[in-house]
């Protein structure tokens, strides 16, 4: 179960997002900075937009029509399966212990990769996956919540919540800020890396 000093007094949260500082050690920290700088990143595209982030995903990948996009030569091709690696095993079962969640629920698993001046926008995690649960490595960035915004109105960012997400912290999105919530980094300013596992919806 989510452990009881989680909820120590801090800055005001979305509803239902956990933080965790100091999830890792530095030690840990650099271990898998190690694993992750030799992986192939490559940028995504979904549908007409090429993100300028760049990932690496294992595990399931039950979003269709998305594609990896060569960096250099423009070439796309389909999402690869790659299967969990020790690192992200040995990961996923920290997560595992902290939020309570049987770690083989958690199917998939991102790598990704922000250099300086890389935003992600504001968009809701496709409907296919449940919690998401996001490491942070290398640097902080600055993360944004706001209440999505009803069929036909325009989004409300005056009611929007700021998460810094220190490097090796730990955030889970589930429940509300999951489901009713749309979150987004502004770019950062200096290279950070991310790893986000996340458990599918069950049937
Ligand atoms: O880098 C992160 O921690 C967030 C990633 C994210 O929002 C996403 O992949 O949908």
Redo the contacts with the bound molecule.
Sequence with gaps: MIQPDFFSAGPALPPDLLYRPDFLSAEEESALLEEIRPLGFRRARFQQYTAL?R?VRFGSESVPNRVWVDKESEEEEAFPRIDFPPFILALRERIAAFTGIPAARFEHG?V?E?QPGTP?GW?R?APNHET?A???LQNA?R?RFRPLPRRGSKPDSSQAIEVV?EPRSL?VMRDEVRWNWQ???PAVKSL?????MRTQVRP
């Design positions: 982030r990932v991102l990704t922000y992600i968009h995690d998401v996001g490491i942070s960035c993360m997400l955030y979150h987004h980094i950070r890396y991310s790893i986000t």
